[in-house]
């Protein structure tokens, strides 16, 4: 068997979103939009560390790997460009144990060092996947921290199926109201934003609008005319296809209705609690 490294190009999008839904598409389906979103489209890319394993024999691809830095010049990430990210390394089951899972991390980190990073994660990039390895992947767990990757913290999806629940009730507080966000308003949002919770979620507000959002998809507590607390919500109508819908095909044929992220203003939580 002899195995060639290409760099990721986007003429292996159908081959590579087979493979991957061959392998894990079972627990996380993805989609050729959602593939070319995060991984072709996406300016932070490092083409020089993503690469893809290719059987000289066949010309199938035996695995590949995406990696990433933050390139934007963006006041909210400016803390990020000192990390870069591993957002997806997969091998075909009948090419691993022969070391192109190994030679793929080495080419990612070696640019990802090339490009001064100083901290690498897996996922957590922009545009992310997964904001770290899945809890059902143990082996893959395993082979990261043979390589000298350390496990700091989990996170976890929640679902709520709304047939099942009681007619939901809308809160009340005096003073303050509850309603969908208006285009118009589009810069003292993301003002609020800034001012609130600078960073990744100012960052993908601004992703939003730049992608032509129209404010369907935050719906925001208003207190004397000033905007102290959000929440998105996403669907298959929205500009994005946004974190928390994009295993949506998980669900077959039912809408799926994304909720975050969701914050209120630190002095009206004090107030309204």
Same mark, same amino acid.
């Given at each position: ?13 159908? %081959? $590579? *979103?087979?493979? +991957?839904? !061959?392998?894990? &598409? ?5 989609? =050729?939009?959602?593939? /070319?979103? #995060? ?98 992947? %143990? $082996? *893959?767990?395993? +082979?990261? !921290?043979?390589? &000298? ?5 989990? =996170?976890?999806?929640? /679902?709520? #199926? ?99 992220? $969701? ?11």
């Amino acid at each position: 068997m002899s195995i060639v490294y290409i760099n990721l190009t986007k003429d292996k999008a159908l %081959e $590579l *979103t087979n493979l +991957w839904n !061959k392998e894990i &598409g079972g627990s996380f389906p993805l989609r =050729e939009e959602l593939f /070319y979103q #995060n991984s072709f489209e996406n300016v932070n890319v490092l083409l020089e560390g993503s690469w893809i394993a290719v059987d000289e024999k066949n010309q199938n691809a035996a695995g590949f790997v995406i990696s990433k830095v933050w390139k934007e010049d963006m006041e909210c990430i400016k803390s990020k460009k000192d990390i870069g990210h591993i957002q997806v390394l997969l091998v075909a089951s009948e090419y691993r144990n022969k070391g192109i899972g190994s030679e793929l991390l080495k080419r990612s980190e070696n640019s990802l060092r090339e490009a001064r990073v100083k901290t690498i994660l897996l996922g957590q990039d922009p545009w992310h996947y997964f904001p770290g390895i899945p809890s059902e992947f %143990e $082996l *893959t767990e395993k +082979w990261f !921290k043979k390589r &000298g990757y350390v496990k700091y913290g989990e =996170e976890y999806d929640m /679902y709520c #199926n709304l047939a099942a629940t009681k007619p939901l009730e809308l809160p009340s507080f005096p003073d303050v109201k509850f309603r969908m966000l208006d285009k118009e308003e589009k810069e003292d949002f993301l003002a609020f934003l800034n001012r609130c919770f600078p960073g990744r979620w100012e960052y993908e507000a601004i992703h939003y609008f730049q992608r032509g959002g129209t404010g369907r998809e935050f719906v925001v507590a208003e207190k004397k005319g000033q905007i102290i607390g959000f929440c998105r919500i996403n669907d298959s109508r929205s500009p994005l296809i946004a974190q928390n819908v994009y295993w949506a095909p998980l669900f077959g044929n039912e809408e799926l209705g994304g909720i975050g992220p $969701l914050g209120m203003a630190m002095k009206e939580v004090m107030v309204m609690a």
